[in-house]
Structures are given as C-alpha cells and as structure tokens.
C-alpha cells in the first residue's frame, strides 16, 4: 500500500475570524483534534502574546490544518466554538482554567480542570504564574 505524505497547512488569522474560519474546516469534515496555548514572550516573534493553535484533521489523504491565533497576553480573550463543536467547548474551558484565556459567550463556562483551593486569578500553566500560593479555601469539597 502506498504512503501518501500529510498535508499540513498552517493559516495565520484574527481571533474574530475564528469562527468562520472554523465553521469552514467542520463543514468540510474536518475534525478537532487539539486547542493548545502557548505563551510568546518578548523575545518571540510578533513578541509578547498568547498564542492559540486548533488543529484539526481530515482524510484521507491525512490533512492536518492549523489555525493559530494571536491573543493579548493582558487580556486573552477569543470567542467560543463550543457551538461548533462540543470537544472544542472542552478545550476552551481548559484553556480558561489553566491560562486565563477567556471563550466569550461559551455555553457552559463552568471550571473543567480548575481546583477549588487555586487562588482566584492564578493560572498554572502562565510563565508568571510562580508557585502555588496556599488559598484560604484550601477544605472546599471538590466537585463530583
């Protein structure tokens, strides 16, 4: 059986133009495969910033499309997806949880992976983050 190599496509956009853009990718079959951030500092290119990635896949052939977008690492904000797709609802909350990265108008913006005894406003997965700082509702139940 042949190998066909991937295809992989990388597309630069605004946070505005997420969904469209994506709404494009589901409709064409392509799937969600992953939503990373990542934290640019200073010394990156286009300098200090979050920056999101959403890969998605299709095939065959095997067709990996990403779409990175860059937020302000001050306020990181894009709109949600959850209503495109409910896996990508999912990585967003985590992105909120572990960044700080806020999806706008998500249907259930209900913490996913975010501790009840993590200090309000400490995000783990930030450079500036430090060590965790003991909370004050440290004995607060975890939810079932």
């Known amino acids: 059986m042949p190998q066909h ?7 630069h956009i605004t946070a ?12 064409a ?12 500092t200073e010394q990156a290119p286009g300098g200090r910033a979050v920056r ?5 896949t299709s095939g065959p052939p095997d067709t990996r499309t990403e779409l990175q977008v860059r937020l302000d690492a001050d306020r990181p904000e894009l709109p949600t997806l959850a ?10 909350r985590e ?5 700080g990265i806020v999806p706008l108008d998500h249907p259930l913006p209900q913490r996913l992976v975010r501790h009840f005894h993590w200090p309000k406003g400490w ?22």
Not at 16 to 27: C, I, N, R, T, V
Not at 29 to 40: E, K, Q, S
Not at 52 to 56: E, G, Q, R
Not at 95 to 99: A, G, I, P, S
Request: hydrophobic residues 35%.
């Open 83 to 92: 209503h495109l797709s409910f896996p990508t609802g999912r990585f967003e």
């Open 16 to 27: 505005s133009e997420l969904p469209k853009y994506a709404g494009d990718l589901f409709a």
């Open 29 to 40: 079959g392509h799937r969600i495969a992953l939503v990373a951030a990542h934290h640019d």
């Open 123 to 144: 995000y783990p997965m930030r450079p500036d983050a430090g060590p965790h700082r003991p909370s004050p509702n440290r004995k607060a139940p975890t939810p079932s």
């Open 5 to 11: 190599p991937a295809i992989r496509e990388i597309t």
């Open 52 to 56: 999101v990635v959403y890969l998605f």
């Open 95 to 99: 992105m909120r949880d572990l960044h």
